[in-house]
C-alpha cells in the first residue's frame, strides 16, 4: 500500500506563490510517475502537471505553463508543486496521485487526500 500527504496550501494574493508537496511512503513504494491534479468547488477534477518517475519527462495543462513547475527528490520520496504568479482560477483542492504521467484520473493507481489552495483578487 502507498501513502501520499500533501501539503503546502493555503491562501495567497494573486501574483503571489506556493509550493505543494507530496510525500509519499508504503512498504512497497519506489520511485513512480507521479501527477497533480486540481477540483474546483463544482467542477470536475483536471490534470495539472506530471512527472516521469527519474523526473527526466515533465507535462502541464497549458493554463499552467511558465507558472508552475514539477520537480521531485526521490532520496525523499516527495515531489513538489511550485506554483508562481498565481490567479483566482487556481483555486482548487490540489491533489497528488502516483502510477502514471497521463492526464486521466484512472491512470493513476494512488491518491493523497489534498491540500487547499485558496487565491484572492
Known amino acids: 500500500q502507498v501513502q501520499l500527504v500533501e501539503s503546502g496550501g493555503g491562501l495567497v494574493q494573486a501574483g503571489g506563490s506556493l509550493r505543494l508537496s507530496c510525500a509519499a511512503s508504503?512498504?512497497?513504494?519506489?520511485?513512480?510517475?507521479m501527477g497533480w491534479f486540481r477540483q474546483a468547488p463544482g467542477k470536475e477534477r483536471e490534470f495539472v502537471a506530471s512527472i516521469s518517475w527519474n523526473g527526466g519527462n515533465t507535462y502541464y495543462i497549458d493554463s499552467v505553463k511558465g507558472r508552475f513547475t514539477i520537480s521531485r527528490d526521490n532520496a525523499k520520496n516527495t515531489v513538489y508543486l511550485q506554483m508562481n504568479s498565481l490567479k483566482p482560477e487556481d483555486t482548487a483542492g490540489y491533489y497528488c496521485?502516483?502510477?502514471?504521467?497521463?492526464?486521466?484520473?484512472?491512470?493513476?493507481?494512488?491518491w493523497g487526500q489534498g491540500t487547499q489552495v485558496t487565491v484572492s483578487s
Open positions: 496521485a502516483a502510477g502514471s504521467t497521463g492526464r486521466l484520473i484512472d491512470e493513476y493507481s494512488y
Open positions: 508504503g512498504r512497497t513504494f519506489s520511485p513512480a510517475n
